[in-house]
């Protein structure tokens, strides 16, 4: 029994490793690359991960809504600021975001950041702020974001049926964007599906898939 027990410690421990070392190597690669945090179907939240939990997920979507197939590294590094890294494949891209807590006093939230950089493809940042409302069960988030020189309306609610089961909806204004439909299936406390329907804005619609997988390392604090 004992022995049993020592494996799984330490299979733990390589799973814990593994996921610093592939970070680091994300890091060293991009020289300070990151990408758009973890939020609705398409917008970041104003909430922000437990401090020391990194997220690792990877993402297949509609060619349209971006890199078809992609990861991310989400990390979040204090209790009101975090940053994350996507890494496309088609075609070959890194791109950053961050996201900072203003206000954090539940279930009151307020937070500023930016998305999309990519400075190996020259796209500047896009700033936004966001101001929620995240209860138990009703989670309500609006704000503004700057892209392309115009100002876009970010809109978002989510409904947890309980720890297992949430059903989200959001909205970004302008002609890139969409209004989506999805949910999130959290199997357990580490791994999450996140399955989702989008509708262009652009005329003509066009209905686009969207799915990621996540994995969460507790690398320290503890879980939430």
Known sequence: MLNALDRRAATQQRINFMAVVMVMIVLLSVCSS?????????????????????????QAQGQKLGNPYQVQAEMGLTKWFEIAIFKGFEPNELILGTE????????????????????????????????????????????????DSHTEAILGYAYDFNDMWRVQVDFQSGSDNSSTIGFVWSINDDIQVNPAIYVTNESPHEVLGYVSFTYTFHLWSGRK
């Open 100 to 147: 900072i807590g203003l206000l954090m006093k539940d279930p009151y939230l307020l937070s500023v950041g930016f998305l999309s950089w990519s400075p190996h493809s020259h796209v500047d940042p896009q700033p936004y702020i966001e101001a929620g409302y995240w209860g138990e069960h009703h989670k309500f988030t609006a704000g503004v974001a700057y892209a």
């Open 34 to 58: 990151f990408a758009s945090t973890q939020g609705l179907n398409q917008i970041a939240t104003p909430d922000m991960p437990p401090e020391g939990d990194l997220s690792l997920s990877f």
